[in-house]
């Protein structure tokens, strides 16, 4: 059964730890996005990467870090450089890069740090 | 920068009624426009896109929009609502080579 997997669903941490969230998919996708959705904002684009071990910053990257050594898998890494890290994190595959591909999501990673 | 501009944060309609979300982007060039939903513990999904050609789009259960080029505007309708389409509707704008921008959402409640 293809598709994206993020763990853990629920996470929490205290302020000043590191964290990273897991992104698997299976969907054999060359593009990989994190988004991280508030409440009344909508989602707003964190890191994307279009292709193995290259990665791009998106609108909000500061207090973040991502790799991808892999096809399958994009971690996202909330350092406590990030002011408010408490959030629900979205990540998302598309078959190539370039966002007019439709993108599809994993179930998400909400982050309350305390 | 481009921006995406969904007017109603909350709609609540009933069973059968007929629903329309706003949706309004500010860029004048060339865009890809899409709209996502969220179903209440479900993945976000897309709901239907236009690239180009006929104005009019038809996406899943039911649900259609309309690229207005001279109004920027992509609006979501659906003649008759369900109760199961009771989620959050997102609309996006991606314009030449930049990223996916979205709008802050509209929550709908369909009331049985």
């Known amino acids: 059964d293809g598709g994206i997997t993020q763990s853990p669903k629920y996470l929490f941490r205290k302020e000043g730890q590191n964290v990273t969230l897991s992104c698997e998919q299976n969907?054999?996708?060359?593009?990989m996005y994190w988004y991280r959705q508030d409440p009344g904002q909508g989602l707003r684009l964190i890191y994307y990467?279009?292709?193995?071990?290259?990665?791009q910053k998106g609108d909000i990257a500061e207090g973040y870090s991502v790799s991808r050594e892999k096809k399958e898998s994009f971690p996202l890494t909330v350092t406590s450089a990030q002011k408010n890290p408490t959030a629900f994190y979205l990540c998302?595959?598309?078959?190539?890069?370039?966002?007019?591909?439709?993108?599809?999501f994993g179930p998400g990673t909400r982050l309350t740090v305390l | 920068a481009q921006s995406v501009s969904q007017h109603n944060h909350h709609v609540i309609l009933s069973e059968a009624a007929s629903l329309e979300l706003g949706c309004n982007y500010s860029?004048?060039?060339?865009?890809?426009l899409f709209w996502y939903v969220q179903y209440p513990g479900q993945h976000l999904q897309l709901l239907l896109k236009y690239f180009s050609g006929d104005p009019l789009v038809k996406g899943i259960k039911g649900f259609e929009a309309e690229f207005i080029k001279s109004k920027f505007s992509f609006n979501l309708r659906k003649p008759s609502v369900q109760w199961s389409d009771t989620a959050e509707y997102f609309c996006?704008?991606?314009?030449?080579?930049?990223?996916?921008?979205f709008g802050k959402g509209t929550m709908l409640l369909v009331s049985p």
């Open positions: 990467s279009q292709i193995v071990n290259d990665f």
């Open positions: 998302a595959s598309s078959q190539a890069g370039g966002f007019r591909n439709e993108q599809f």
């Open positions: 996006a704008v991606n314009a030449g080579y930049s990223t996916l921008t």
């Open positions: 860029y004048g060039g060339t865009v890809n």
């Open positions: 969907l054999n996708h060359d593009a």
